[in-house]
């Protein structure tokens, strides 16, 4: 998975200036930023629960996220975003009960290393319900996970590779504070299914100048509580944190 420190970020949009929307608006908006992302929870292998914590003494670390988007004035087509987030972690512990992951035995008192390689890549059509000093929108998505977790000690090795694309609704909420600026919003992608569990929620705080460039700051969590997940039977991991990014719009 080298590639995933490689990214290209484009927006094609094209057709949109018809006769009939000769008055129409294009907006593109994008930004890049990067989230201090703490783990917790549990994955089960073999019916196994595994504390991604206690036992595999996964660490805080600081990851990558992009995003980008354009918005029209024709009515009847949606607006689009995109949007890609890195979710890597690694950690060393020593394991106090014997766990199983993913068929391999780690017996009591073994030292063991983590790694865990996760992306994912959202596609999200919406429409602007409002679009005034308060703003919202709402919408669909599809996101694309890929990552894999390996567990190894000094004798044994054990990965799990997993991917998926997931059906998510889409929305969010934004205030510009009057005369300033200044913004405040909030964010959401969810989807709830047959007791499976995906939020990927933020609460920002941001700053526009008259150029278009800006930035924002906040804080997001993905909580992700799901049965039969490719190679993984079950989990339910939460993922916490500040973010900080840069952005413009124009």
């Known amino acids: 998975m080298t590639w995933l420190s490689k990214l290209s970020v484009a927006v094609v949009v094209s057709g949109l200036a018809a006769s009939g929307y000769a008055d129409s608006v294009l907006g593109l908006y994008g930004g890049a930023g990067v989230w201090s992302q703490e783990t917790s929870g549990e994955v089960v292998s073999e019916t196994i629960a595994v504390d991604v914590e206690q036992d595999l003494g996964l660490e805080e670390q600081t990851n990558r ?36 992951f993913n068929g391999s035995p780690f017996p009591v008192d073994t030292d063991v290393s983590t790694d865990v390689d996760l992306i994912q890549a959202d596609a999200v059509l919406y429409y602007q319900v409002l679009d005034r000093a308060l703003s919202l929108d709402l919408g669909v998505g599809a ?36 005369f300033s600026g200044f913004w405040v919003g909030a964010e959401a992608l969810a989807l709830t299914y047959d007791g499976d569990h995906i939020y990927d929620t933020n609460a920002q705080v941001g700053w526009d100048s008259a150029l278009g460039i800006g930035a924002e700051l906040g804080w997001r969590t993905f909580r992700m509580d799901i049965d039969a997940f490719d190679r993984v039977d079950a989990a339910d991991v939460n993922i916490n944190g500040l973010y900080a990014a840069l952005n413009f719009h124009f």
Not at 145 to 169: I, N
């Open 143 to 178: 996101r694309y996970v890929e990552g894999q977790m390996r567990v190894a000690s000094a004798s044994t090795s054990s990965k799990a590779d997993f991917e998926s694309v997931l059906p998510l609704v889409y929305s969010r909420l934004r205030a510009d504070l009057p």
């Open 65 to 100: 996220f992009y995003y980008a988007g354009a918005e029209h004035g024709v009515p009847v087509l949606p607006n689009f975003r995109s949007q890609y987030s890195e979710l890597s972690s690694s950690g060393r512990n020593q394991i106090s009960d014997p766990i199983e």
